[in-house]
């Protein structure tokens, strides 16, 4: 068997064709940013709901850690197909009446509706606010956080949409991978 180089790059054509240089720089960094490819943002899993404690099908972000004006707490995402609910470890403050999503520069969506004091719960127009994340870049939830007095900011927390779309189809597959 002979082994043959489809390029025919050789030391010599290293040295003087500068122009191959190039293009083994390109490739090493695709493989630095392979990593970045390799987690997904976005899954769907089977997993205990943040409400029920019912293993269900769940469409579900990373998890990211933001500031909550004393600590700081975990903040994921999560479509049950009927709402989607922020889920964090501290208690959010609705009273302010500014706990909101925006999709990249569509309208922000306003929420007030609170589970266990630590879900906010978006359940209007989700098949429209599923398609702006189909076609989004990128989702910021402004959150408040307990105790009102002293009055904390709120806080802006950005998740990737990137692999929304890929995971979804998962999702309305009973969480069955897609080809």
């Known amino acids: 068997m002979v082994l043959t180089n489809p390029w025919n790059i050789t030391l010599r054509n290293l040295i003087v064709q500068p122009r191959y240089w190039l293009v083994i720089a390109a490739g090493l960094s695709g493989l630095a940013m392979a990593p970045a490819w390799a987690n997904p943002a976005w899954t769907a899993v089977i997993r205990p709901d943040p409400v029920t404690r019912q293993?269900?099908?769940?469409?579900?972000?990373?998890?990211?850690?933001?500031?909550?004006?004393y600590d700081s707490t975990p903040v994921f995402l999560a479509l049950d197909g009927m709402s989607l609910r922020i889920v964090t470890e501290s208690?959010?403050?609705?009273?302010?009446?500014?706990?909101?999503?925006?999709?990249?520069?569509?309208?922000?969506?306003?929420?007030?509706?609170?589970?266990?004091?630590?879900?906010?719960?978006f359940d209007?127009?989700?098949?429209?606010?599923?398609?702006?994340?189909?076609?989004?870049?990128?989702?910021?939830?402004?959150?408040?956080f307990w105790p009102t007095w002293p009055a904390t900011q709120s806080f802006p927390v950005q998740f990737n949409l990137i692999g929304?779309?890929?995971?979804?189809?998962?999702?309305?597959?009973?969480?069955?991978?897609?080809?």
């Open 55 to 69: 293993s269900r099908c769940l469409l579900v972000s990373e998890t990211l850690i933001t500031p909550d004006g």
């Open 91 to 121: 208690e959010l403050d609705v009273s302010f009446n500014d706990l909101r999503l925006d999709v990249d520069t569509e309208p922000p969506v306003y929420s007030s509706k609170l589970i266990q004091k630590t879900i906010l719960v």
């Open 124 to 144: 209007q127009d989700i098949p429209k606010l599923i398609e702006q994340f189909r076609k989004g870049k990128q989702t910021t939830v402004h959150l408040r």
């Open 164 to 179: 929304f779309s890929k995971a979804h189809d998962s999702f309305t597959h009973g969480c069955q991978p897609t080809g």
